[in-house]
């Protein structure tokens, strides 16, 4: 896994896995370091974790955004965790049909991208349909990976996508489970 071409993607999520909807108790700091008139209309936007993207580029994987945010992931998000410009998945029109019942509207677009490529989709919103249809419609190697949307994505998720490399053949993937830890600390002291 050496070429961009062969690495594998990760479909990342912004609401949720990167803002979470928990308390933002103890961010503050952070919070003040990067506050910009952008930030007055989304104060969510402090929550996000300003060394989460170190991490995320250690998993060695090709990043996408998955998201709605869209290029705005790239112009609000990415500057503030770390991130370079990341290729944003496109989303088919709402009216396209052929959906079926309770599948993500992401599923079917990310599958395609992914072509049987191996991927790892980072998400709130992973069903067992999802699990289901990623399972009978692609070819390859996938990882659905629920966050827990009021922590958001952690040293324990970190651990579980670095492992799931691992099994795929990556030998140096195991380092983005122990080094660079910048989970949140929460105030009851959990990570």
Same mark, same amino acid.
């Given at each position: 896994?050496?070429?961009?071409?062969?690495?594998?993607?990760?479909?990342?999520?912004?609401?949720?896995?990167?803002?979470?909807?928990?308390?933002? /108790?103890?961010?503050?700091?952070?919070? @003040?370091?990067?506050?910009? $008139?952008?930030?007055? &209309?989304? #104060?969510? %936007?402090?929550? =996000?974790?300003?060394?989460?993207?170190?991490?995320?580029?250690?998993?060695?994987?090709?990043?996408?955004? /998955?998201?709605?945010?869209?290029?705005? @992931?790239?112009?609000?998000? $990415?500057?503030?965790? &770390?991130? #370079?410009? %990341?290729?944003? =998945?496109?989303?088919?029109?709402?009216?396209?049909?052929?959906?079926?019942?309770?599948?993500?509207?992401?599923?079917?677009?990310?599958?395609?991208? @992914?072509?049987?490529?191996?991927?790892?989709?980072?998400?709130?919103?992973?069903?067992?349909?999802?699990?289901?249809?990623?399972?009978?419609?692609?070819?390859?190697?996938?990882?659905?990976?629920?966050?827990?949307?009021?922590?958001?994505?952690?040293?324990?998720?970190?651990?579980?996508?670095?492992?799931?490399?691992?099994?795929?053949?990556?030998?140096?993937?195991?380092?983005?489970?122990?080094?660079?830890?910048?989970?949140?600390?929460?105030?009851?002291?959990?990570?």
């Amino acid at each position: 896994m050496t070429s961009s071409s062969e690495r594998p993607l990760l479909f990342l999520d912004v609401d949720g896995p990167l803002i979470p909807f928990g308390s933002s /108790a103890g961010q503050k700091e952070v919070a @003040a370091a990067f506050s910009t $008139a952008v930030d007055q &209309g989304n #104060p969510l %936007l402090a929550r =996000l974790d300003p060394g989460i993207g170190a991490r995320l580029i250690g998993l060695g994987c090709q990043l996408v955004w /998955a998201t709605t945010w869209m290029e705005e @992931a790239n112009e609000v998000i $990415a500057p503030r965790i &770390g991130l #370079p410009s %990341l290729p944003v =998945l496109e989303w088919p029109d709402a009216d396209a049909g052929g959906t079926p019942r309770g599948l993500h509207w992401k599923t079917r677009p990310m599958v395609e991208r @992914a072509a049987g490529r191996p991927f790892i989709w980072v998400d709130d919103e992973i069903s067992a349909i999802d699990r289901l249809w990623v399972d009978a419609s692609h070819p390859g190697p996938s990882l659905l990976h629920q966050v827990d949307p009021t922590k958001g994505l952690n040293g324990a998720d970190f651990c579980a996508l670095a492992g799931w490399l691992y099994a795929q053949g990556d030998p140096g993937s195991g380092a983005a489970c122990t080094q660079g830890r910048t989970d949140r600390r929460r105030p009851n002291g959990e990570p």
